[in-house]
């Protein structure tokens, strides 16, 4: 499975980290997630066959937050 990171901006707390990991979480495809707001990352691992880059992205979006890069 690959394992992408990505940076976040707009998080402020663990609670902004939680909306994006519950967010993440739902969708079919990812197996595990790690956001830390004190560094912007989240890691995720996922399945390519099942969800892309640009879904995970999206996710991210929907949630309230901004993907950088």
């Known amino acids: 499975m ?3 990171q ?3 901006e ?3 707390c663990g609670g902004c980290a939680k ?3 519950t ?3 739902s969708c079919r495809g990812v197996r595990s997630v790690t956001v830390d707001h004190n560094s912007g990352l989240a890691e995720i691992d996922f399945d390519p066959e ?3 880059v640009e879904q ?3 996710a ?3 949630s309230g937050f901004d993907v950088i890069g």
Request: glycine share 4%; proline share 4%.
């Open 60 to 62: 991210v979006a929907e």
């Open 2 to 4: 690959p394992l992408i």
């Open 6 to 8: 990505l940076k976040i």
């Open 56 to 58: 995970i992205k999206t």
């Open 19 to 21: 909306s994006i990991t």
């Open 23 to 25: 967010a993440l979480q």
């Open 50 to 52: 099942q969800i892309s």
């Open 10 to 12: 707009g998080m402020t």
